[in-house]
């Protein structure tokens, strides 16, 4: 059974960083682009980082800059560290698995073109 667990949320002080972890199980994740989102309440869910198989990365452009994403294929791991929070970052967190031939024509801006969700972590940025 295919598994995505989201960790590393939390309360943060504008300025301030954090890094997200999202462990896989259950398939070959050398196989499949990941995709970080977010939600906020009353918001859409927005694609905020992806990673593809060969390593290329995208980023929404309120983020670049300050996000990195990157994955640990062998502990089964992607990571979002996130440098310079402000608190329009407040939201849940998710990460989802995609083909990367569906990343690499259409970006990760659209929740359509991934397949498996965790459950999200909660980021907070505030005074």
């Known amino acids: 059974q295919w598994q995505l667990v989201e960790s590393g949320g939390g309360l943060v002080q504008p300025g301030g960083s954090l890094r997200l972890s999202c462990t896989t199980s259950g398939f070959d994740l050398d196989s499949y682009a990941i995709g970080w989102f977010r939600q906020a309440p009353g918001k859409e869910r927005e694609g905020v980082s992806c990673i593809s198989t060969d390593g290329s990365t995208v980023y929404v452009d309120s983020v670049k800059g300050r996000f990195t994403i990157s994955r640990d294929n062998p502990k089964n791991t992607i990571y979002l560290r996130m440098n310079s929070l402000r608190p329009d970052d407040t939201a849940v967190y998710f990460c989802?698995?995609?083909?990367?031939?569906?990343?690499?024509?259409?970006?990760?801006?659209?929740?359509?073109?991934?397949?498996?969700w965790g459950q999200g972590t909660q980021v907070t940025v505030s005074s």
């Open positions: 989802a698995t995609a083909d990367p031939r569906y990343v690499k024509t259409y970006g990760c801006s659209d929740v359509r073109y991934f397949d498996d």
